[in-house]
């Protein structure tokens, strides 16, 4: 069965610092993978996602995620955290029935100045 | 601007009530889903409908019905709510797009229920 798992509940960083996300997903084929933002009282919004072809890619608002097909996993990166980032991030794998996503549980981040 | 429209952000309920959230999508998107976001435990899928008039059930559809009559609009129906319906509802739609799959979902802004 699919699954998506974010291993940090809540993360902490200075802005100015780097951040990793962590996300490892379990899918018998080649996973579409996505990761999301949402702001506080908002819906979701689409970061980037990967389908195929270069494991690492470019998403909105400064974020990478690199794809690693031995790990299982998806990571999002960005180099240097501003304060307006601190959000609830949500990675997604797509499922091969239709377009129906498993999402992890989230991992809230926070920035401190 | 293409967008995902839910109809309330807010709504504060009584137990018993029949409770209808509507979202509407104007870009066309063949899929359309409902899901509860719930702290701790993420989002997870309630209903979801490849077409018109079609309705498939997620992970946690008790209590739960859903309507489409047209392809831009997708109902979520609480037939006799519940204070453990509380939650916040979000709506998504997504289109297959290409050959490789799917583009990924366009979300609402949600609809915040409360059950009293």
């Known amino acids: 069965a699919q699954s998506v798992t974010q291993p940090d509940i809540h993360i902490t960083v200075s802005e100015g610092a780097s951040l990793e996300l962590r996300c490892n997903y379990s899918y018998g084929a080649t996973p579409y993978l996505f990761w999301y933002v949402q702001s506080p009282g908002q819906g979701l919004q689409l970061l980037l996602k990967?389908?195929?072809?270069?494991?690492l890619v470019q998403g909105i608002k400064g974020f990478e995620a690199e794809f690693k097909r031995s790990q299982s996993s998806f990571n999002l990166r960005k180099p240097s955290v501003h304060w307006s980032d601190a959000a609830e991030y949500f990675c997604?794998?797509?499922?091969?029935?239709?377009?129906?996503?498993?999402f992890g549980t989230g991992t809230s981040l926070t920035v401190i100045p | 601007d293409v967008k995902v429209t839910q109809s309330s952000r807010y709504l504060v309920k009584r137990t018993g009530e029949k409770v209808f959230l509507e979202c509407v999508q104007d870009?066309?998107?063949?899929?359309m889903f409902w899901y509860r976001q719930d702290p701790g435990l993420g989002l997870r899928l309630i209903y979801f409908?490849?077409?018109?008039?079609?309705?498939e059930k997620g992970d946690i559809p008790e209590g739960y019905s859903v309507s489409r009559e047209k392809k831009e609009r997708f109902s979520l129906i609480l037939e006799s709510a519940s204070t453990n319906q509380t939650s916040m509802y979000l709506c998504?739609?997504?289109?297959?797009?290409?050959?490789?799959?799917?583009?990924?979902?366009?979300f609402g802004s949600g609809t915040r229920l409360t059950v009293v």
């Open positions: 998504a739609s997504s289109t297959l797009g290409n050959p490789t799959g799917s583009y990924g979902y366009t």
């Open positions: 990967y389908f195929s072809g270069d494991t």
């Open positions: 997604a794998v797509g499922a091969s029935r239709g377009n129906q996503f498993y």
């Open positions: 870009m066309d998107h063949e899929n």
């Open positions: 409908s490849y077409d018109v008039k079609m309705k």
